[in-house]
């Protein structure tokens, strides 16, 4: 059981913020948007895509890693990690959210 980086960097932003970091990265880093959705923008950000997710329900600023293993439940005992499931939901995903010693999130899934 192998776990690596995964393609997807989130940064969770409060609702109040997120229109001006979502020009920050366009505008000033000049990013590329590679796709958008009704509360994300993903810029291509190397091999990876950094998501900025607008949350309404947020006070500050969380950054997001994600994680492959071909077994998401063995990395999770592997990392001796909480499982977060109560973080969102993951439709059509064959993974689990917990997070590091930190707090940071992380989403360990198959690839």
Same mark, same amino acid.
């Given at each position: 059981?192998?776990?690596?980086p &995964?393609k997807?960097? !989130?940064?969770k932003v409060?609702l109040? =913020?997120?229109?001006e970091t $979502? !020009?920050f990265y366009?505008?000033?880093? &000049?990013?590329? $948007?590679?796709k958008? %959705?009704?509360n994300?923008? &993903?810029?291509?950000f190397g091999?990876?895509t %950094?998501?900025?997710?607008?949350?309404?329900?947020q006070?500050? $600023?969380?950054?997001? %890693?994600? +994680?492959?293993?071909d077994?998401?439940d063995? !990395?999770l =005992? =592997? +990392?001796?990690? @909480?499982?977060r499931?109560e973080?969102? @939901? %993951?439709?059509? $995903?064959? &993974?689990?959210w917990?997070s590091d010693p930190a707090g940071?999130?992380? +989403?360990v899934?198959?690839e």
């Amino acid at each position: 059981m192998e776990i690596s980086p &995964g393609k997807n960097i !989130a940064i969770k932003v409060p609702l109040h =913020k997120w229109e001006e970091t $979502v !020009a920050f990265y366009r505008d000033k880093v &000049g990013l590329t $948007v590679a796709k958008t %959705l009704t509360n994300s923008v &993903g810029f291509t950000f190397g091999s990876m895509t %950094l998501w900025i997710d607008r949350v309404e329900r947020q006070s500050q $600023v969380d950054v997001w %890693l994600e +994680l492959f293993s071909d077994d998401p439940d063995q !990395a999770l =005992k =592997k +990392l001796d990690s @909480p499982r977060r499931d109560e973080l969102e @939901p %993951l439709d059509d $995903v064959n &993974g689990l959210w917990t997070s590091d010693p930190a707090g940071v999130v992380l +989403l360990v899934r198959n690839e």
